[in-house]
């Protein structure tokens, strides 16, 4: 495959390529060995990176989201800030919410919420402690996004 072959038809190219190709183009691009056999991978991997050199990676917020969300998801915030969910009352705002005949309050905070005394990333945690089952955390609480247009 050459560089100077339109987008279209280098991307075009990977299809037809053997994986040991798959692994030649990756080293081109790359400068490193490729991570793995998976056709799928190599092929969608090297689309993503041809097109992100010739028309640019995603922006700066962009980066920063992508970030924020794979700490959320693996549980480690690094970062100072966090995703800011517009369901998400003001920080200090109490919610109130009876289960089972018992009065539970929560917290909100800059940084996630509080039940009795402790500190939780997600209203669904909270939400589980008090049922002992998984809840939507925003439905369990009674907040639900706004809807947009009418309001």
Do not use: C
Not at 40 to 52: G, K, N, P, T, V
Not at 112 to 122: D, L, M, V
Request: net charge positive; glycine share 8%.
């Amino acid at each position: 495959m050459m560089k100077s072959d339109p987008i279209p038809a280098r991307l075009a190219a990977l299809k037809s390529m053997s994986v040991p190709q798959l692994k030649s183009e990756w080293q081109t691009i790359f400068a490193t060995s490729a991570p793995n056999n998976s056709r799928a991978f190599l092929e969608s991997r090297l689309a993503y990176r041809i097109q992100e050199l010739t028309y640019g990676g995603p922006d700066r917020e962009t980066r920063r989201m992508l970030d924020l969300l794979a700490d959320e998801v693996s549980g480690t915030l690094t970062r100072k800030s966090q995703i800011a969910d517009p369901r998400n009352p003001v920080v200090g705002t109490r919610l109130i919410r009876e289960w089972n005949g018992v009065e539970h309050t929560i917290t909100v905070l800059r940084d996630g919420f509080e039940w009795q005394g402790r500190p939780y990333k997600s209203l669904s945690a909270i939400a589980r402690a008090i049922t002992g089952t998984r809840w939507n955390g925003y439905r369990f609480f009674g907040l639900r996004e706004r809807k947009r247009g009418n309001d």
